[in-house]
């Protein structure tokens, strides 16, 4: 069994809001869409979808959440329901997108090589990145991962979401922006 969720984390916070959803109070439901749906998208855009299949992918994945969420034995687990859903509809999609582009628009051999060595320097450079976040106290981590899965944050709903005033919400951003920085220009990984 897993380990429960750390109070006030993005996770405990989702199962808080679907628990009180799935005992009847549906504007909750509301709650969570404004809470996850910057994760999701990101989520959605990670897989490779572009920003209309996203969108659908998203869009999905809160209908099948309406349809099958009341069934999910632990409210706590649906953050990574999500996530899941989100992914599993991206490929779906992706690959039907595949199916029926058809070969004749194969890009050339050459710029799939091209792209391959991109998106392997790309993928490195994001794991090493992440690894750094990772390393920072969780407050901070959680203020730059909703940050960087938002299009635009706003502060008001940013800062009942952290618990944080609103007024210390780019100041603490700024802090653990440099944080990162730092840390990030002493790793020769981050320079290659």
């Not at 910057?38 to 990670?46: E, F, K, Q």
């Not at 993928?123 to 299009?151: G, T, Y």
């Not at 990162?180 to 290659?192: C, H, I, K, N, Y």
Request: glycine share 8%; charged share 25%; with cysteine.
């Amino acid at each position: 069994m897993n380990a429960p969720a750390p109070p006030g984390s993005l996770t405990a916070r989702a199962g808080a809001i679907h628990a009180a959803y799935l005992a009847g109070d549906e504007q909750r439901l509301g709650d969570l869409v404004d809470l996850l749906t910057p994760v999701l998208w990101h989520t959605a855009r990670a897989q490779g979808a572009g920003a209309a299949t996203a969108e659908d992918a998203v869009q999905t994945a809160w209908l099948r959440l309406v349809e099958y969420g009341t069934k999910m034995n632990e409210p706590a687990a649906v953050l990574g329901w999500m996530v899941t859903t989100v992914k599993r509809e991206c490929w779906r999609q992706v690959r039907r997108e595949r199916r029926t582009t058809g070969l004749d628009t194969a890009p050339e051999p050459r710029d799939c090589v091209a792209a391959a060595d991109a998106e392997v320097i790309l993928a490195e450079k994001q794991r090493v990145l992440w690894q750094h976040v990772q390393e920072l106290s969780p407050r901070c981590r959680e203020l730059l991962r909703v940050i960087a899965f938002s299009d635009r944050a706003d502060y008001t709903q940013l800062a009942q979401a952290l618990g944080m005033p609103v007024g210390s919400i780019g100041p603490t951003r700024g802090r653990c922006l440099g944080k990162l920085r730092t840390s990030l220009t002493a790793d020769p990984r981050w320079e290659q």
